[in-house]
């Protein structure tokens, strides 16, 4: 089991202004049994300036296994695809029985990632393609599709364990926001989609623009699809890269500079600005450095409440043309992908960015797309990647950007994912969809931390409070 990153060092960050903060990101008093890698803070902390490059030190054309093309994969689904053999799904459904039987906490799952022995669940057969797979996100393609995963036979619960368990053969969890989930749930919310400084969009049915996710590795497994669209298209950023350096230099370069400002919409520490500035492309640290990509265009046209104070700058004719051109090349060169139920997609955030389409759902009492999402980090020291950030080498377990503190309920499920099933179903008149969920959801929680998560969530007398 890797060791428990529970120091109170502290680490000092330097903000906008130039003053410098100071931010202890570490909790003594989570619980080990629970969090064996230790807790510490992720999400979007801003680069260390002095190690950021100027665009005349980035490579005018990347080569490698990092840099494909849209063609090469299009009509070749058997060099990104693995099929999940009876054998693997046996191993694995072993593995979730027998961690589920053991009645630890799901959050707890771990392993060594350095030598690929897992503590709380073994996957002897898996293993070694597994080890192949971690380096070939890392360090070639970046992407995967698993098909086949026993999804509707297993249900949430099983599933979730083995998903999170095939997880840790890959990286350590990562919170996904400020509540502390490290497991997400990808559906519509019924949010609105035009609230985007306060509203993170994949909890809507809008189109995400390409983009990378604030950890170094991401995982979708799809439970549920849409009636229409919800549909996946991935590209690698060095492919983009290179074109950008024949066509638009002047783009690539506006794309290096350290006068990006993206949003953080509310999920900070204390001290912190409500946005990081940065660079969208950047270089590793050290010699033969790769180019790093850092994107999302809804994090910083969220921004307008600040720029319109005089706050930060707004963004600039420059910036707006390189932004248009980065999504126009990106969905050019894009890779397209239906995921289907019992697909799992892996994508590395380093070289890879990935855009969904718009989607429509079916009308209850049918199930409404779902996809279960696993932020991933890889530390420098375990083949990750060497970035300019101060915690590019450290285990990422959860977010604890609310001071610090523990949260309360340290759940997988938001509060708002039970209620938007309870809005979704509650005039069904045979509410046989929402109750079976209910129950399987209950035992899932109780997995997570015990007797401790339960109560008015899982009440079906509270039902008609939660709409």
């Known amino acids: 089991m890797a060791p428990a990153l529970t120091t109170s060092t502290a680490h000092t960050i330097q903000n906008v202004s130039g003053k410098t903060l100071t931010n202890s990101r570490f909790n003594n008093n989570a619980p080990q049994h629970v969090f064996p ?5 992720s999400g979007q902390l801003p680069p260390i300036y002095d190690q950021l490059r100027p665009y005349s030190t980035f490579p005018k054309e990347i080569t490698g296994p990092t840099v494909w093309k849209s063609e090469d994969y299009k009509d070749n689904p058997e060099r990104w695809t693995h099929p999940f053999e009876d054998v693997e799904i046996e191993e694995l459904g072993e593995a979730a029985d027998a961690f589920i039987k053991s009645g630890r906490d799901l959050t707890g799952i771990a392993k060594v990632v350095a030598v690929l022995i897992s503590d709380d669940f073994p996957l002897p057969k898996l293993e070694r393609f597994l080890t192949s797979m971690r380096t070939e996100l890392l360090n070639g393609k970046g ?6 995963f026993p999804v509707q036979q297993w249900g949430l619960h099983k599933s979730a364990v083995a998903y999170m368990g095939l997880g840790t053969y890959l990286g350590y969890f990562v919170s996904q926001n400020g509540k502390g989930h490290v497991l997400g749930h990808v559906k519509d919310l019924g ?5 985007i400084d306060r509203v993170r969009i994949y909890r809507t049915n809008a189109r995400q623009y390409f983009h990378a996710d604030d950890s170094d590795v991401v995982g979708l497994l799809c439970v549920a699809r849409a009636l229409e669209g919800g549909e996946s298209d991935i590209v690698s950023s060095h492919h983009v890269w290179n074109v950008l350096q024949r066509e638009r230099p002047d783009v690539a370069e506006t794309l290096t500079q350290p006068i990006w400002y993206f949003d953080r919409k509310g999920e900070t520490s204390k001290g912190q600005e409500d946005w990081i500035r940065t660079a ?3 270089l590793e640290t050290g010699p033969d450095g790769r180019v790093y990509s850092k994107w999302d265009p ?7 409440r600040f720029s319109d104070k005089g706050l930060i700058p707004p963004l600039s004719p420059a910036q707006e043309e390189a932004a248009s051109v980065l999504e126009e090349t990106c969905a050019r060169l894009s890779l397209h992908m ?3 139920v019992g697909d799992i997609q892996f994508l590395s955030n380093c070289h890879v960015l990935h855009a969904r389409t718009a989607y429509k759902d079916y009308a209850p009492p049918a199930p409404r797309r779902h996809l279960m999402r696993l932020w991933l980090a890889t530390p420098e020291d375990e083949g990750g990647w060497r970035l300019p950030f101060e915690d590019c080498n450290e285990k990422k377990r959860v977010c604890l950007s609310r001071g610090h503190k523990l949260p309360k309920d340290m759940r997988l499920l938001g509060d708002e994912y039970v209620k938007s099933e309870f809005r979704a179903h509650r005039d069904v008149e045979n509410p046989v ?3 079976g969920f209910l129950t399987e959801w209950q035992m899932y929680a109780q997995q997570l931390e015990g007797d401790s998560w339960r109560g008015e969530h899982m009440d079906r007398s509270k039902i008609d409070k939660m709409s």
């Open 433 to 435: 969809h929402i109750i």
């Open 338 to 340: 239906i995921l289907e």
């Open 37 to 41: 890698d230790g807790i510490k803070t």
């Open 280 to 282: 969208v492309f950047y």
């Open 191 to 195: 949010e609105d989609a035009t609230a």
């Open 143 to 148: 992407f995967i599709l698993f098909k086949k």
């Open 298 to 304: 809804y994090y910083i046209r969220s921004l307008t």
